[in-house]
T-cell receptor
Framework: GQSLEQPSEVTAVEGAIVQINCTYQTSGFYGLSWYQQHDGGAPTFLSYNALDGLEETGRFSSFLSRSDSYGYLLLQELQMKDSASYFCAVRSEGFQKLVFGTGTRLLVSP | DGGITQSPKYLFRKEGQNVTLSCEQNLNHDAMYWYRQDPGQGLRLIYYSQIVNDFQKGDIAEGYSVSREKKESFPLTVTSAQKNPTAFYLC??????????????FGPGTRLTVL
């Protein structure tokens, strides 16, 4: 089977840095993605890692270690609008069929 | 503007009735997907389609049916056989099933409540 584990909730204050971890167990692996979803809204793509290392996109960075089956999303200079759920997703087959984690709810306080 | 539209945003149905959720995209994407999301849960794949007139079951296809008669459209029918249909339904698309990157483009979702 395939499974992804993320913390259920993380809290932080404005301006801080927060890291959301994701560990996965899959039969195959092509890449790890991160999506953001505000309450009642649709998920939006944040980042994708196919190879080990860090990918940086503005205030958001994503890291992958294939040997450890582990990745994380790093959010810097947190803003109130970053309060949302964050999902990691794994592509385990040679096409874009994703398996999503259960999500991490990030609460940013003033 | 290109994007994915889902209608309606909210849908109420009586138990035992079939209901069809609409999903239309003008992104010229080949692949389309239907997900179900329950409160506090991740997205679970119901069905997906690689090309017109072809679709495959996802992880929770029981009680659902789809069609893909046009590239732009991928409607989902929630049948009376689905035991617990109340959920948030999300449609997504990608340029193709193969290739690099994992950007799935999502519609705004339909929240279905069965009374």
């Amino acid at each position: 089977g395939q499974s992804l584990e993320q913390p259920s909730e993380v809290t932080a204050v404005e301006g801080a840095i927060v890291q959301i971890n994701c560990t996965y167990q899959t039969s195959g692996f092509y890449g790890l993605s991160w999506y953001q979803q505000h309450d009642g809204g649709a998920p939006t793509f944040l980042s994708y890692n196919a190879l080990d290392g860090l990918e940086e996109t503005g205030r958001f960075s994503s890291f992958l270690s294939r040997s450890d089956s582990y990745g994380y999303l790093l959010l810097q200079e947190l803003q109130m609008k970053d309060s949302a759920s964050y999902f990691c997703a794994v592509r385990s087959e040679g096409f874009q069929k994703l398996v999503f984690g259960t999500g991490t709810r990030l609460l940013v306080s003033p | 503007d290109g994007g994915i539209t889902q209608s309606p945003k909210y849908l109420f149905r009586k138990e035992g009735q079939n209901v069809t959720l609409s999903c239309e995209q003008n992104l010229n994407h080949d692949a389309m997907y239907w997900y179900r999301q329950d409160p506090g849960q991740g997205l679970r794949l119901i069905y997906y389609s690689q090309i017109v007139n072809d679709f495959q079951k996802g992880d929770i296809a029981e009680g659902y049916s789809v069609s893909r008669e046009k590239k732009e459209s991928f409607p989902l029918t929630v049948t009376s056989a689905q035991k617990n249909p109340t959920a948030f339904y999300l449609c997504a698309s990608t340029p193709s099933l193969a290739g690099g990157g994992d950007t799935q483009y999502f519609g705004p979702g339909t929240r279905l409540t069965v009374l």
